[in-house]
């Protein structure tokens, strides 16, 4: 050919055929409308807000707030500030999301594989639960639980009473709440050493194996030591804790500590509902993991105990672990359900109280959306991580 | 303005609550009644000549004023209560009051308190975001005594849970006691508490900064107060607009601008009259004593009755 | 060596065989498990015996008010005497013709897709009530054409109202969710990233907040005189909340799809939507048919949250009347009635879709 | 029919085709052999631009081949490919396969369009599966749908890329037997392949590739019985050892 | 070593054992053959209790199998197993594929189990292989770990069920060696295979089933040379014909 030195390249298209031109001023396109879409409403936003008066910033979280709220985990009277009350509802969100976290986890692990029993009767009754929770929607089932349960409690003067110490009536359950006397460091400093010990032994247990192959069985003692140790400390000092016991005093349940109803309400319909979700991923988790796995394992020797733990779990959990995540995820948007009953999460006492004491809508919406946000971004950066520490190796 | 959008839409938006007698409460057919309802309805008729020609939009009192600020609503009617912080940091504005009322606790009879002095301890009702709210807190703390607060975000859902006995005091407006009374499934074992603990005037109100709208929402209020005050009533409007008084005159129209300055038609007055009628009548029909609810006149009779109801007049 | 002779068929040992085996072998299997057994089973009957007395046995069915319940028993007058209430709302009864009519239509679209009828015939319905119905639905129920009394959206209400939501949200959501999973696997950067940040910022935060958005402050967004229905807001922001979870389960199965698929589909000179369109989507859509009805599902039950903002959805219209102090106590009632109207749905749609899943496999190895 | 020059292309730093020259005429038949990983699949996927090239030119019928969509357009229409992995349309039965691209790009009337494909599926032999589902046919069959699916668009070329190595030896005959037929009939084809009998039957040139360069090129009779080049001779050895 | 008597085994209602009989001595190497669905994989694993028998006594090393669960796991120490599909352990290296039995059931140091393991991958040629994960290999090398496992329990029993028929042809003969090799140490095996080479090198009987049945028993050399059963034949000439 000829090749006088500068190589041939392929001929440029006309610019409207050129599928990278073509690609560039689509994006640009976009990019500007998406700009454009954002500037107006913001502009729109901010002239609306001008127009009609509305004060703008956030200094508004330095004024006295001047409501009660029902339930705080810190320290809160209407005396703080609306900062204040953002942290108690955000403290309130992260409460019973924690909370019904552990416990759909715990609930759903248990009806999944109460899924696969060898139990008929079992296995029926776990299908029966999973498919009446998961078709019914949420705030029925908080509604349900709250209203029409929840409701016929009776009330604090017919409380139903556990042994003199614990009440439960429609104004939530009352429990003997501790108060640490001098001595109690004790039963502090046994706990503490029940789990240091624990930790130890277990290290040592596995080095005692790998060098001289026993078996050493940490769960049971472990367990005993941290239950112990406490009660032991607690003995020794002859009872460094005296409790306060609540008692029917006026209206109410006076002393002890007291989970309202709500709390209990919005915990059941979460728990439950999540948990029927949770249990179909842990069946389907287990039953991706081959038979040819545990027959293999089996046909080692191993036990079938050991064979769930060594074998059958920890390749269920590569599967189970994503889904659970943005279960976990649901669990904490589907919390702000909790305005609905009247819990009061950060939804409820700042979007909703806060936000209608000071008319500061734009300013408290976004911090909300922007919890919710980093609290999901975060999850996600954890559940990343996980996957990329477990992804299996492949050719 | 919103006037003018009013006019455009035909329809005047109106903030009202999601349920309660006497008040704004809707029947099983999404009639809406209610005094609060009625001073919609006043205005629609002032600026578009029908009292139907509105939309409510029930919200509740968390939502009320994001609402208004918004323009999602053109005015809010809603047992709302006239306070400083409102008029001035939320940027809306009150035209008036349509019931002067009080706070107080109504408490189940059975427990033997007649004074609210003795609620320490007690689990308190109250609906989320009002004036209400705050006024228990400071109640409580200027009394030195504790309470628990009981947050819901209606007062239909306030008198239900007070009802199941979540709750051992609900605390509101009077006005609003009485009217929830009527809601428990045992009306007659519930009692208010002497105790007002606080002033409550309640009215419709405007986002601020539109001061045209503003006027016409304050003077279609002030013009039925002034009309009972001068007698003309849905009965009498047609004899009355023959009447030489110069005041009636006035705010039937016939004599005077008042509506043309205020941006309306000058017998303004005579359509909210004849649909609506005066303050008196509407009164009566929503909350008076002969209506479930049973409230006297007390302090919302007009001050030439002894009351404090004072309207500017039509000059 | 001596011929062999086939030795003949046995049948099991009986222990191998009939009730006795199931039982051993379901119910009994080892001690713990009969041990399961028994306290499960001896749990079911002491719950389920009174629950069935008190919701069937018992329960009071037929009355013109509150006088004919029974103590200790379900009281469904109150829901016999409702019913027109929770299934319409506001809407004037002597227009309940229109929703009645539009309820017939969806079956018609609906129904026969259950029925062992002609392939085509079915399909034609489903087109049907994808593209038809919604259409003839809204002009029937809102009104204002044709000579139709116009019945403005806030007396929409009840199980219509839910049923609406949910169709429309259904609808949109698909189409919209599509874009965006093909926006989110685009080779271009700024797409891309648009998808992305949306998907995501949908999917992070919860629908009820956008709700009140949607309700109470969408107006300061806009420019001043603009606004929308409320309830095509609460549509909006459904419809957006579960595009962005359809988004992501419709990824996974262009995800699933072959390299070798898209080439030979541009080697055939399929421009890019075509491709996407007859080659692509169809195979991925049908990959991911139990992901879009969890989806689809789940949009379904989230219509209830239009309760926190006004809207008398079929919760909505059940929880404003059990307020009513001439029913006492029916609370229970009500809302199991509404968790049964939400259940039969869903589980005949989670059902629908492993049909579904089955007949349009058409068996491919590759 | 084809005209490459100076062809080379990139995938990240890895230079897999190193200035390709080669010139085909209309009815010509070229089999394209060489080692794994030479650039093959490469080469004749840049024919109908499956993938880009970024130096030399392309001319096919006339029309070049760059960034142009309308070009690339206008190739594709005329060239039909058929892959190793068959690729056809799982949720459409074969006629559905057939009909595609006559309905859509050529914009045929349903009614001809069925025609021309029940022409093919004839010539393949496999009419009577039209209204199966490609999961319902072996391999071969499978291919055979493949070949006639691209002959539907009555393309001026057809490129094979190993047609017959996801085969079952019984299949390759059945698929090779079409191809055979196929070249009888005048198509311009190019066809990567290992199939030396095949190559020895049909081929008007053999070309033989490694490393990315066209090492050999000459036709079946020179090319199997006196290769010129060592690398050739070895893959030879090899394969017809095999 | 292996005493089986009148060994009946119903898959519901279907009868899928029938009165096998088999005597295995220390050292003996069995080779079982037969059609598909002939019994064969659900006989060896009977043998360590994979599946329940339901008549007749199996005897391994003098111990009895039956539903005792002692029993079950002192004969699966003894009996190590190898299977079609490999069943490695994916989320463990080579190397704790191979240490988690000695560790957990026979609860050898961890050290001296890190021996025996290198020496066992050494004898089935893949100690560099150790400490990569079982998806990084082939299936020759996979199914090769798959047999150092069973050998680091040094069993005294090995049972192979198709060991090769997942494996591609060049990866079949690295697997057979290492058997071979096995075989030449002494241990005893019972292997379902199809391999008939492998079955005439080292087979000490080979056994034949057919519809639940052992049909025929015999050293290799009669087995192949003089089968007395028709079945034998008509299944012998179809095998070796391929
Ligand atoms: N998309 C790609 N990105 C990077 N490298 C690629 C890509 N496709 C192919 N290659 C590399 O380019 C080289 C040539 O690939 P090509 O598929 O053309 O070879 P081939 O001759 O067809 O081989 P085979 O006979 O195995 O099909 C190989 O080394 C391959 O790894
Ligand atoms: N778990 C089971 N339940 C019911 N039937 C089974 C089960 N496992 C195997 N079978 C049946 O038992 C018969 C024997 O199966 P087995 O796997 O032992 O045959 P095989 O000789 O190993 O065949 P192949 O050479 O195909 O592996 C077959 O008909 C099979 O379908
Ligand atoms: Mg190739
Ligand atoms: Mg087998």
Redesign the interface.
């Given at each position: 050919?000829e090749?006088d030195g500068t190589?041939?390249?392929?001929?440029?298209?006309?610019p409207w055929?050129?599928?990278?031109v073509?690609?560039v001023v689509?994006?640009?396109i976009?990019?500007l409308t998406?700009a454009w879409v954002g500037w107006?409403?913001f502009q729109?936003?901010i002239s609306?807000?001008e127009?009609?008066?509305?004060?703008t910033g956030f200094g508004f979280l330095n004024s006295t707030a001047?409501?009660?709220?029902?339930m705080s985990l810190i320290e809160y009277d209407?005396?703080m500030t609306y900062g204040r009350t953002f942290l108690v509802g955000l403290a309130n969100t992260v409460l019973v999301s924690g909370l019904g976290i552990l416990l759909a986890t715990v609930v759903g692990f248990v009806m999944g594989v109460a899924r696969l029993?060898?139990?008929?009767?079992?296995r029926k009754?776990a299908l029966a639960y999973i498919?009446?929770f998961?078709?019914?929607?949420?705030?029925?089932q908080i509604?349900?639980w709250y209203?029409?349960v929840l409701?016929t409690l009776p009330?604090p003067r017919q409380a139903v009473n556990v042994g003199d110490v614990a009440f439960l009536s429609?104004?939530g359950i009352v429990l003997p709440k501790p108060i640490f006397e001098p001595g109690a460091w004790l039963i502090g400093a046994g706990l503490a050493a029940g789990l240091v010990v624990t930790f130890f032994m277990a290290r040592w247990a596995r080095r005692r194996?790998?060098?001289?192959?026993?078996?050493f069985p940490v769960l049971p003692i472990g367990t005993v030591l941290i239950l112990g140790l406490p009660l032991f400390g607690y003995l020794i000092q002859g009872g460094p804790v005296s409790w306060d016991i609540p008692a029917l005093?006026?209206?109410?349940f006076?002393g002890g500590i007291t989970a309202i109803?709500e709390l209990g309400a919005l915990l059941l319909a979460l728990t439950l509902y999540t948990a029927s979700f949770i249990a179909e991923i842990v069946r389907s988790g287990i039953e991706s993991v081959?038979k040819?796995?545990t027959?293999?394992?089996?046909?080692?020797?191993?036990?079938p105990r050991?064979v769930l733990r060594?074998?059958i779990i920890?390749?269920a959990m590569?599967v189970i672990i994503p889904p659970l995540t943005s279960q976990y995820?649901n669990l904490t948007?589907?919390s702000?359900?909790a305005?609905?009953i009247?819990y009061?999460d950060l939804?409820?006492v700042f979007?909703?109280?806060t936000?209608?004491?000071?008319?500061q809508?734009?300013e408290i919406?976004a911090m909300?959306?922007a919890v919710?946000?980093s609290?999901?971004?975060f999850i996600s950066l954890l559940m990343n991580l996980y996957n990329r520490a477990?992804a299996?190796?492949?050719? | 303005a919103t006037l003018d959008d009013v006019r455009d839409a035909g329809q005047l938006r109106c903030g009202v609550s999601t349920g309660l007698p006497g008040f704004s409460q809707p029947d099983s057919d999404g009639n809406w009644t209610g005094i609060d309802v009625d001073t919609c309805r006043a205005v629609a008729a002032a600026v578009l000549g029908d009292a139907e020609a509105v939309e409510f939009v029930p919200l509740t009192?968390?939502?009320?004023?994001?609402a208004l600020?918004?323009?999602e609503i053109d005015m809010l009617s809603r047992n709302t209560t006239w306070t400083t912080?409102?008029d001035a940091?939320?940027?809306?504005n009150f035209t008036g009051t349509n019931y002067y009322d009080g706070q107080g606790f109504l408490i189940d009879e059975g427990?033997g308190v007649d004074s609210a002095e003795q609620?320490?301890?007690?689990?308190v009702c109250v609906q989320?975001?009002t004036t209400t709210?705050?006024n228990?807190?400071?109640y409580f703390?200027a009394n030195d005594m504790e309470?628990?607060?009981?947050?819901?975000?209606s007062s239909e859902?306030s008198a239900?849970?007070f009802d199941?006995?979540?709750c051992?005091v609900l605390t509101s407006d009077t006005s609003q006691l009485a009217a929830l009374r009527t809601q428990l499934s045992d009306p007659d074992g519930a009692v208010i508490l002497p105790e007002v603990i606080s002033k409550e005037p309640l009215g419709p109100v405007v986002?601020?900064?539109d001061d045209e709208w503003f006027n016409v929402v304050k003077w279609v209020l002030f013009g039925q107060i002034n009309a009972e005050e001068y007698g003309i009533s849905s009965a009498n409007v047609d004899e009355m607009l023959e009447s030489d008084n110069p005041n009636v005159a006035r705010i039937l129209g016939t004599e005077g601008n008042m509506g043309e300055i205020l941006g309306l038609d000058d017998d303004f007055m005579v359509d909210v009259l004849t649909q609506i009628g005066n303050y008196g009548e509407m009164f009566e029909r929503n909350v008076g004593p002969n209506t479930p609810i049973g409230l006297s006149r007390g302090v919302n009779e007009l001050w030439t009755e002894g009351g404090i109801l004072y309207a500017p007049p039509f000059r | 060596m001596a011929m062999h002779q086939p030795q003949p068929d046995l049948p099991p040992p009986v222990a191998e065989r009939g009730a006795l085996k199931w039982l051993r072998?379901?119910?009994f299997?080892t001690w713990y498990?009969s041990v399961?057994?028994i306290v499960?089973?001896y749990w079911?009957l002491s719950t389920l015996i009174p629950l069935i007395d008190w919701a069937f046995i018992s329960a009071v069915f037929n009355g013109d008010g509150p006088e004919a319940c029974a103590p200790g028993a379900a009281c469904w007058v109150f829901v016999q005497q409702r019913l027109g209430f929770f299934i319409y709302g506001f809407y004037p009864d002597e227009l309940w013709w229109r929703p009645n009519l539009v309820f017939a239509l969806f079956a018609l679209a609906v129904v026969p897709q259950f029925l062992p009828i002609a392939a085509a015939i079915r399909k034609w319905l489903a087109i049907f009530g994808l593209t038809g119905l919604p259409v003839a639905a809204y002009f029937l129920i809102a009104g204002g054409h044709f000579g139709l009394e116009s019945v403005d959206t806030s007396r929409w209400g009840g199980l219509m109202l839910t049923l609406i939501l949910a169709y429309v949200g259904i609808i949109a959501a698909l189409p919209i969710g599509t874009l965006l999973a093909l926006g989110r696997r685009s080779?271009?950067?700024?797409?891309r990233g648009?998808c992305v940040v949306f998907i995501?910022?949908w999917?992070?935060?919860?629908?009820?907040?956008i709700l009140?958005?949607a309700s109470?402050?969408l107006?300061?967004?806009?420019?001043?005189g603009v606004t929308f229905d409320k309830l095509l807001r609460a549509l909006v922001g459904i419809t957006l909340f579960q595009s962005a979870y359809m988004a992501e389960v419709v990824r996974g199965g262009l995800q699933a799809i072959p390299k070798g698929q898209y080439e030979a589909a541009e080697a055939l000179g399929l421009g890019y939507w075509r491709r996407m369109r007859l080659i692509i989507l169809p195979q991925a859509l049908k990959i991911v048919i139990p992901g879009i009805a969890n989806t689809i599902?789940s949009l379904f039950?989230?219509?209830?949250?239009v309760?926190?903002i006004g809207l008398f959805d079929l919760?909505g219209a059940v929880?404003s009347t059990?307020s009513d102090p001439a029913w006492d106590n029916v609370?229970?009632e009500g809302?199991l009635f509404?968790?049964f109207c939400?259940?039969v749905f869903?589980?005949g749609m989670?059902r629908y879709s492993h049909r579904l899943e089955k007949n349009l496999d058409t068996g491919h190895r590759s | 029919m084809i005209q490459v020059?100076?062809l080379?292309k990139w995938f990240g730093e890895f230079h897999v085709l190193k200035s390709l020259?080669l010139s085909v005429k209309r009815g010509e038949r070229i089999v394209i052999c060489g080692p794994s990983g030479s650039g093959k699949s490469t080469f004749i996927r840049c024919i109908n631009h499956l993938e880009a090239?970024?130096?030399?030119?392309?001319e096919v019928d006339g029309v070049?081949?760059?960034?142009?969509?309308?070009?690339i357009e206008a190739i594709r229409r005329e060239v039909g490919m058929v892959f190793q992995h068959f690729n056809l349309f799982p949720h459409l039965s074969v006629l559905e396969n057939c009909l595609l691209a006559p309905i859509w790009v050529r914009k045929t009337p349903r009614k001809e369009a069925i025609d021309t494909a029940m022409h093919y599926l004839e010539r393949v032999r496999i009419p009577e599966q039209a209204d199966k589902y490609p999961g319902q046919l072996s391999g071969g069959q499978q291919q055979r749908v493949a070949i006639a699916r691209a002959l539907c668009m009555q393309p001026k070329i057809m490129l094979f890329d190993e047609p017959t190595s996801a085969l079952d030896p019984e299949m390759i005959k059945e698929v090779l037997d079409v191809m055979i037929e196929l070249a009888g009939s005048g198509m311009t084809m190019l066809c990567v392949t290992h199939e030396m009998g095949f190559a020895k039957t049909v081929a008007d040139r053999v070309i033989f590739m490694d490393g990315g360069e066209i090492v050999e090129e000459a036709p079946p009779s020179t090319f199997f019985s006196n290769p010129t080049q060592p690398r050739t001779q070895a893959f030879l050895k090899q394969i017809l050892d095999h």
């Amino acid at each position: 050919m000829e090749s006088d030195g500068t190589p041939l390249r392929p001929g440029r298209p006309k610019p409207w055929n050129d599928p990278r031109v073509r690609a560039v001023v689509f994006q640009i396109i976009a990019a500007l409308t998406v700009a454009w879409v954002g500037w107006t409403l913001f502009q729109n936003t901010i002239s609306n807000m001008e127009s009609r008066g509305i004060s703008t910033g956030f200094g508004f979280l330095n004024s006295t707030a001047g409501f009660g709220i029902i339930m705080s985990l810190i320290e809160y009277d209407e005396t703080m500030t609306y900062g204040r009350t953002f942290l108690v509802g955000l403290a309130n969100t992260v409460l019973v999301s924690g909370l019904g976290i552990l416990l759909a986890t715990v609930v759903g692990f248990v009806m999944g594989v109460a899924r696969l029993s060898s139990n008929w009767l079992v296995r029926k009754v776990a299908l029966a639960y999973i498919e009446i929770f998961r078709n019914i929607p949420l705030l029925l089932q908080i509604f349900f639980w709250y209203f029409a349960v929840l409701g016929t409690l009776p009330g604090p003067r017919q409380a139903v009473n556990v042994g003199d110490v614990a009440f439960l009536s429609n104004r939530g359950i009352v429990l003997p709440k501790p108060i640490f006397e001098p001595g109690a460091w004790l039963i502090g400093a046994g706990l503490a050493a029940g789990l240091v010990v624990t930790f130890f032994m277990a290290r040592w247990a596995r080095r005692r194996q790998a060098a001289t192959g026993e078996i050493f069985p940490v769960l049971p003692i472990g367990t005993v030591l941290i239950l112990g140790l406490p009660l032991f400390g607690y003995l020794i000092q002859g009872g460094p804790v005296s409790w306060d016991i609540p008692a029917l005093g006026g209206f109410n349940f006076r002393g002890g500590i007291t989970a309202i109803p709500e709390l209990g309400a919005l915990l059941l319909a979460l728990t439950l509902y999540t948990a029927s979700f949770i249990a179909e991923i842990v069946r389907s988790g287990i039953e991706s993991v081959s038979k040819g796995q545990t027959e293999a394992a089996l046909a080692l020797g191993l036990p079938p105990r050991r064979v769930l733990r060594l074998i059958i779990i920890p390749q269920a959990m590569r599967v189970i672990i994503p889904p659970l995540t943005s279960q976990y995820l649901n669990l904490t948007k589907n919390s702000s359900l909790a305005v609905a009953i009247g819990y009061p999460d950060l939804v409820n006492v700042f979007m909703g109280t806060t936000l209608n004491q000071t008319g500061q809508a734009v300013e408290i919406v976004a911090m909300t959306m922007a919890v919710y946000l980093s609290i999901s971004l975060f999850i996600s950066l954890l559940m990343n991580l996980y996957n990329r520490a477990v992804a299996l190796k492949e050719r | 303005a919103t006037l003018d959008d009013v006019r455009d839409a035909g329809q005047l938006r109106c903030g009202v609550s999601t349920g309660l007698p006497g008040f704004s409460q809707p029947d099983s057919d999404g009639n809406w009644t209610g005094i609060d309802v009625d001073t919609c309805r006043a205005v629609a008729a002032a600026v578009l000549g029908d009292a139907e020609a509105v939309e409510f939009v029930p919200l509740t009192a968390a939502e009320r004023f994001t609402a208004l600020q918004s323009g999602e609503i053109d005015m809010l009617s809603r047992n709302t209560t006239w306070t400083t912080t409102r008029d001035a940091s939320l940027g809306l504005n009150f035209t008036g009051t349509n019931y002067y009322d009080g706070q107080g606790f109504l408490i189940d009879e059975g427990l033997g308190v007649d004074s609210a002095e003795q609620l320490d301890g007690a689990a308190v009702c109250v609906q989320a975001g009002t004036t209400t709210e705050l006024n228990l807190a400071d109640y409580f703390r200027a009394n030195d005594m504790e309470f628990e607060a009981v947050v819901v975000d209606s007062s239909e859902a306030s008198a239900q849970a007070f009802d199941n006995n979540r709750c051992d005091v609900l605390t509101s407006d009077t006005s609003q006691l009485a009217a929830l009374r009527t809601q428990l499934s045992d009306p007659d074992g519930a009692v208010i508490l002497p105790e007002v603990i606080s002033k409550e005037p309640l009215g419709p109100v405007v986002r601020q900064g539109d001061d045209e709208w503003f006027n016409v929402v304050k003077w279609v209020l002030f013009g039925q107060i002034n009309a009972e005050e001068y007698g003309i009533s849905s009965a009498n409007v047609d004899e009355m607009l023959e009447s030489d008084n110069p005041n009636v005159a006035r705010i039937l129209g016939t004599e005077g601008n008042m509506g043309e300055i205020l941006g309306l038609d000058d017998d303004f007055m005579v359509d909210v009259l004849t649909q609506i009628g005066n303050y008196g009548e509407m009164f009566e029909r929503n909350v008076g004593p002969n209506t479930p609810i049973g409230l006297s006149r007390g302090v919302n009779e007009l001050w030439t009755e002894g009351g404090i109801l004072y309207a500017p007049p039509f000059r | 060596m001596a011929m062999h002779q086939p030795q003949p068929d046995l049948p099991p040992p009986v222990a191998e065989r009939g009730a006795l085996k199931w039982l051993r072998e379901n119910l009994f299997s080892t001690w713990y498990n009969s041990v399961l057994t028994i306290v499960v089973g001896y749990w079911l009957l002491s719950t389920l015996i009174p629950l069935i007395d008190w919701a069937f046995i018992s329960a009071v069915f037929n009355g013109d008010g509150p006088e004919a319940c029974a103590p200790g028993a379900a009281c469904w007058v109150f829901v016999q005497q409702r019913l027109g209430f929770f299934i319409y709302g506001f809407y004037p009864d002597e227009l309940w013709w229109r929703p009645n009519l539009v309820f017939a239509l969806f079956a018609l679209a609906v129904v026969p897709q259950f029925l062992p009828i002609a392939a085509a015939i079915r399909k034609w319905l489903a087109i049907f009530g994808l593209t038809g119905l919604p259409v003839a639905a809204y002009f029937l129920i809102a009104g204002g054409h044709f000579g139709l009394e116009s019945v403005d959206t806030s007396r929409w209400g009840g199980l219509m109202l839910t049923l609406i939501l949910a169709y429309v949200g259904i609808i949109a959501a698909l189409p919209i969710g599509t874009l965006l999973a093909l926006g989110r696997r685009s080779e271009m950067p700024i797409i891309r990233g648009i998808c992305v940040v949306f998907i995501e910022f949908w999917r992070a935060v919860p629908l009820i907040t956008i709700l009140f958005m949607a309700s109470v402050m969408l107006p300061l967004f806009l420019p001043e005189g603009v606004t929308f229905d409320k309830l095509l807001r609460a549509l909006v922001g459904i419809t957006l909340f579960q595009s962005a979870y359809m988004a992501e389960v419709v990824r996974g199965g262009l995800q699933a799809i072959p390299k070798g698929q898209y080439e030979a589909a541009e080697a055939l000179g399929l421009g890019y939507w075509r491709r996407m369109r007859l080659i692509i989507l169809p195979q991925a859509l049908k990959i991911v048919i139990p992901g879009i009805a969890n989806t689809i599902i789940s949009l379904f039950k989230d219509t209830t949250l239009v309760l926190i903002i006004g809207l008398f959805d079929l919760l909505g219209a059940v929880k404003s009347t059990l307020s009513d102090p001439a029913w006492d106590n029916v609370m229970a009632e009500g809302y199991l009635f509404v968790a049964f109207c939400f259940w039969v749905f869903c589980f005949g749609m989670s059902r629908y879709s492993h049909r579904l899943e089955k007949n349009l496999d058409t068996g491919h190895r590759s | 029919m084809i005209q490459v020059n100076d062809l080379n292309k990139w995938f990240g730093e890895f230079h897999v085709l190193k200035s390709l020259n080669l010139s085909v005429k209309r009815g010509e038949r070229i089999v394209i052999c060489g080692p794994s990983g030479s650039g093959k699949s490469t080469f004749i996927r840049c024919i109908n631009h499956l993938e880009a090239h970024q130096r030399g030119q392309i001319e096919v019928d006339g029309v070049e081949l760059n960034e142009d969509l309308k070009n690339i357009e206008a190739i594709r229409r005329e060239v039909g490919m058929v892959f190793q992995h068959f690729n056809l349309f799982p949720h459409l039965s074969v006629l559905e396969n057939c009909l595609l691209a006559p309905i859509w790009v050529r914009k045929t009337p349903r009614k001809e369009a069925i025609d021309t494909a029940m022409h093919y599926l004839e010539r393949v032999r496999i009419p009577e599966q039209a209204d199966k589902y490609p999961g319902q046919l072996s391999g071969g069959q499978q291919q055979r749908v493949a070949i006639a699916r691209a002959l539907c668009m009555q393309p001026k070329i057809m490129l094979f890329d190993e047609p017959t190595s996801a085969l079952d030896p019984e299949m390759i005959k059945e698929v090779l037997d079409v191809m055979i037929e196929l070249a009888g009939s005048g198509m311009t084809m190019l066809c990567v392949t290992h199939e030396m009998g095949f190559a020895k039957t049909v081929a008007d040139r053999v070309i033989f590739m490694d490393g990315g360069e066209i090492v050999e090129e000459a036709p079946p009779s020179t090319f199997f019985s006196n290769p010129t080049q060592p690398r050739t001779q070895a893959f030879l050895k090899q394969i017809l050892d095999h």
